[in-house]
């Protein structure tokens, strides 16, 4: 029987966990506290995941050498910033055939490394052959209650994505391949700001217009940084692209969206950050961007204002003033960075 073992225990590992236990896997959780591993042993993680019964076949430890003991598959399902750390404790007590997948959706803060870039500083680059990225448009509470749902597994090794996507295939959960790590990672990671930013928009109590025009340039400006980071523009425009924008910045089930929402209202960014009780990726993920998009020579409008929010205490109604008052331009250009001749167009 395959043993998967889960670093983490929060929402996603819960529901991740709830894919493979019902296909049968033996699936071990590592929770850095005794009272979480505890309520999943009793059934139920109802810190994370509430109301939703868990499988026999699921089940957790706080001993990190125990969890990992002889697991040929390890996720990492821990919020990105303390994935260095956790991956280093864990990297000798990890089977040195293992396939390493990682779920977290963020960029490294202090180096501004995507984290598989992360994974092979402390792994040794050889060791991405065996590395897997899981991403896409796929909130816990619904794969936790068998929705279906499509994701993407990237890796640059082919035979390591088709391994990943073999063993989460199921009747409601369907895996697609993709070779472009860059893609996914930047793609995951990026929505979270613009889905920060489309809660802003709702808490000021604007519509749907307001939203969709923030997610399609929002993804303007994600394709823009990805390509010039290496990315495949195709990627943007699959599941771990605008798939996942379109889910993060619709649903309540999101956290980047529901802190944005209480900031929209009024609340500090720590009082929304709080009222959310769990991991709000897109905050640090904000800081990365706006220092990655002056680095590549990228132009991140949406991004640059939700900084100025959430760190210069710019208030949101000015921040979509900014936005609305910015020069004129022209659609697509702002996309390829000016390849697009008008005429062929017209
Ligand atoms: N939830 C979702 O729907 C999805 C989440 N993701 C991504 O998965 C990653 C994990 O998120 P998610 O499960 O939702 O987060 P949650 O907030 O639900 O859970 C976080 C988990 O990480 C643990 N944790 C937090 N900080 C540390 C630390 N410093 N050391 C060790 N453990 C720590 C928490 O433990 P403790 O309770 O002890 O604090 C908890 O087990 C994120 O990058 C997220 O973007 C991706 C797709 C879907
Ligand atoms: O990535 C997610 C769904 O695909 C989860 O988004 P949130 O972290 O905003 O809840």
């Known amino acids: 029987m395959t043993k998967v073992a889960m670093v983490g225990a929060g929402s996603w590992a819960t529901a991740l966990a709830l894919v493979l236990a019902r296909k049968n896997m033996r699936v071990v959780l590592w ?52 994935f260095r750390d956790l991956l280093i404790k ?7 055939d293992a396939t390493i997948i990682n779920v977290a959706k963020g960029l490294d803060e202090s180096t501004l490394l995507r984290l598989s870039q992360v994974y092979a500083e402390e792994a040794g680059e050889a060791a991405l052959d065996r590395y897997v990225v899981l991403s896409g448009p796929s909130h816990a509470e619904e794969v936790g209650r068998n929705i279906p749902t499509a994701v993407v597994a990237a ?12 063993l989460f295939m199921s009747p409601n959960f369907r895996v697609y391949t993709n070779p472009d790590v860059v893609g996914v990672e930047l793609g995951g990671a990026l929505k979270n700001i613009i889905a920060l930013g489309t809660g802003v928009a709702d808490g000021l109590g604007f519509g749907d217009n307001t939203k969709a025009a923030m ?17 495949n523009l195709l990627t943007f425009a699959g599941l ?15 956290r980047n969206r529901r802190c944005g929402i209480e900031i929209g209202k009024g609340k500090s960014l720590a009082e929304a950050v709080a009222s959310v009780q769990m991991v709000v990726e897109g905050v640090r993920t904000t800081k990365v961007a706006w220092q990655l998009a002056r680095r590549q020579g990228i132009e991140m409008p949406i991004t640059d204002q939700i900084y100025q929010v959430l760190f210069n205490n710019l208030t949101p109604r000015e921040a979509v003033l900014n936005l609305m008052s910015r020069g004129k331009k022209l659609e697509l250009e702002e996309v390829t960075g000016g390849n697009i001749s008008w005429t062929l167009h017209n």
């Open 31 to 82: 929770s850095r506290r005794q009272e979480l591993a505890d309520l999943i042993n009793q059934g139920e993680n109802s810190r994370y995941l509430p109301g939703i019964t868990l499988h026999p076949g699921i089940t957790a430890e706080t001993d990190l050498e125990k969890v990992l003991f002889d697991a040929q598959v390890v996720v990492f399902a821990v919020p990105s910033h303390c």
């Open 90 to 96: 864990s990297w000798p007590l990890i089977r040195p």
């Open 240 to 254: 771990a692209g605008v798939g996942d924008l379109i889910v993060t910045c619709t649903s309540m089930h999101s």
């Open 215 to 231: 997610m399609t340039r929002g993804l303007a400006e994600i394709t823009r940084l990805g390509f010039s980071m290496g990315a």
């Open 155 to 166: 890796s640059r090794n082919l035979a390591t994505a088709e391994l990943v996507q073999d």
